[in-house]
């Protein structure tokens, strides 16, 4: 969906005049507060929540928690004033935002999301300090609104299925991620890491992290910025330094790694190839037979007949 359609859908949906103030003092206050439910225990340090919500006004008073949102499924536009520092974007799936504890937070939504909520205890960060005390702690941290990390999207989505499966020995595995989730943050996102300037080398670990978004990500239109943000870099700079490292710009990058998946599943699946192109990213089956065909000299159908004779 481009962003005119976008528009068009956010300006079709109807008014609404829900509103709210939220005062949480713990993690799972804030969750219920939001309207959620929440599937983590009450003595826990990391509440896991979930929420449904449409076109809303919200306030959340300063706490002593800070909160992680994962966007599942978004389509909206949002204005925020989060410790006054304002801004506004079109919202997508998959985007995360963070705010550390005794910030105030307001938010203007109009759209639909779909939402996975940690509500993280700020002592938590402050024990992930203690264990490398280069991070720092809770004091490092700053807002961050609406950006895109697939590393620690895969933390939460683990988080939240580790603590509602209830598995025996849940509590040491998620008690593991919640410490992960903190670092992660930490690393990232702390006031003492910033945008790389243009120009820096890529070390081989930021090619592995760029490779799994990818690869977790394929079956979907994600932009350059999408891929910068996973290494916190701006876009122009991502790109020559990627260029630098690999041989390949981005797009030729992702154009291989869809043609790759494709390949493997004309030779192993049975599906139609209008869901194999969908599945590998290409916009139709036409797309992929047009860029396949280019690559290889031979078209989907024919390569997979070869594949499996």
């Given amino acids: 969906m481009n962003e005119a359609e976008m528009k068009d859908l956010v300006e079709a949906l109807p008014e609404t005049s829900q509103s709210a103030v939220f005062a949480a003092e713990t993690p799972q206050a804030l969750v219920e507060d939001f309207g959620g439910e929440v599937i ?4 826990y340090e990391i509440a896991t929540g979930r929420f449904k919500i449409g076109s809303h006004s919200s306030k959340i008073d300063a706490s002593q928690n800070c909160m992680l949102v994962l966007a599942c499924e978004s389509c909206g536009e949002l204005h925020w004033n989060v ?19 005794g910030i105030d937070q307001t938010f203007e939504f109009r759209g639909r999301t779909n939402n996975t909520v ?16 280069e991070l720092g702690g809770a004091d490092r941290l700053d807002p961050r609104m609406l950006w895109f990390n697939s590393r620690l999207r895969r933390l939460v989505l683990e988080q939240e299925r580790m603590v509602e499966g209830g598995e025996v020995g849940w509590r040491v595995h998620a008690e593991a991620l919640a410490l992960r989730i903190c670092y992660e943050i930490l690393a990232s996102f702390g006031q003492a890491m910033r ?26 239109n994600f932009d350059l910025s999408e891929m910068a943000e996973v290494l ?22 992702v154009v291989d790694r869809r043609l790759s998946r494709a390949k493997e ?13 969908a599945s590998a990213g290409f ?27």
């Fill in 265 to 277: 599943l004309l030779r192993l699946s049975s599906c139609h190839l209008a869901d194999i192109a």
């Fill in 195 to 220: 945008k790389p300037r243009a120009g820096t080398r890529l070390a081989p670990e930021e090619i592995d992290r760029i490779t799994d978004f990818v690869e977790e990500e394929i079956d979907r």
């Fill in 232 to 253: 916190d870099r701006d876009p122009i700079g991502f790109s020559s330094d990627f260029e630098a490292a690999t041989g390949q710009t981005p797009h030729q990058f």
């Fill in 118 to 133: 940690l509500s993280i205890r700020s002592s938590l960060f402050d024990r992930v300090g203690e264990i490398d005390p």
């Fill in 283 to 309: 916009s139709s089956h036409s797309h992929m037979t047009d860029v396949f065909s280019s690559a290889f000299g031979i078209e989907p159908g024919c390569y997979r007949r070869i594949a499996r004779s």
């Fill in 83 to 101: 410790g006054g520092e304002r801004g506004h974007t079109t919202t997508r799936s998959n985007m995360m935002s963070f705010v550390p504890a």
């Fill in 40 to 43: 983590s225990p009450p003595d």
